[in-house]
């Protein structure tokens, strides 16, 4: 079974401030995928990399993907309270791509 | 709007009940997938289809039988629930290729 470890599993910051949170692996994965979600709603997709060393940006989120595609990793620049969320990590495993998340990071923005 | 709808959005079972959730695409979409989400367990796979007809299981099957008569729906069904069942379900789906998952709103469970 191939396993996404997420950390940190909590994060509370102020407005403004920068945050990386990490999405590690010892397995090899073909592409990894970065949701959001918010409470009493499904996870929403972010971004999806899929080539090692990969950057990806969507306004102030910067996504990686390591070099090895075993990790990866998601910054925030000047933090929102629409940032607020539980951020989850996943990677297709096995046929159908079937794909294992990681136990999310639980992301809180105050004023 | 697209997207997926589940139904129903609460529910309180007593143990031993039976219930089925409904999931429905009307996207086109191939795969068809059933989790759970349980507190510092995260997202667990139940079953999931690859298309219409199709049914295989996930990491946590037991307890659960699914059906994909049509394309576009994917029930999930409690024979007998139990108070472990207890939990957030989440359908999603998502069309061939590298491309993310669709998920629905969620259909929270308690079963008591």
């Known amino acids: 079974t191939q396993l996404l470890e997420q950390s940190p599993q909590f994060l509370s910051i102020q407005e403004g401030e920068n945050l990386t949170v990490y999405c590690n692996s010892s397995?090899?994965?073909?592409?990894l995928q970065w949701y959001r979600q918010e409470p009493g709603e499904g996870p929403v997709l972010l971004v999806t990399v899929v080539t090692g060393g990969e950057v990806k940006k969507l306004k102030r989120l910067t996504f990686q993907f390591g070099d090895a595609r075993k990790d990866s990793s998601l910054h925030i620049t000047a933090a929102q309270t629409g940032d607020t969320g539980l951020y989850l990590c996943a990677g297709p495993t096995g046929t159908a791509s079937k794909l294992t998340f990681g136990t999310g990071t639980r992301l809180q923005v105050t004023l | 709007n697209a997207g997926v709808t589940q139904t129903p959005k609460f529910r309180v079972l007593k143990t031993g009940q039976s219930m089925t959730l409904l999931c429905a695409q009307d996207?086109?979409?191939?795969?068809m997938y059933w989790y759970r989400q349980d507190p510092g367990m995260g997202l667990r796979l139940i079953h999931y289809?690859?298309?219409?007809?199709?049914?295989a299981k996930g990491e946590v099957p037991d307890g659960y039988n699914v059906s994909r008569l049509k394309k576009q729906n994917f029930l999930l069904g409690l024979e007998s629930a139990a108070p472990s069942q207890t939990s957030v379900y989440f359908c999603a789906s998502r069309p061939t290729g590298v491309h993310g998952y669709t998920f629905g709103s969620g259909t929270r469970l308690t079963v008591v």
């Open positions: 397995s090899v994965f073909s592409s």
């Open positions: 996207m086109n979409h191939e795969y």
């Open positions: 289809s690859v298309g219409e007809g199709t049914t």
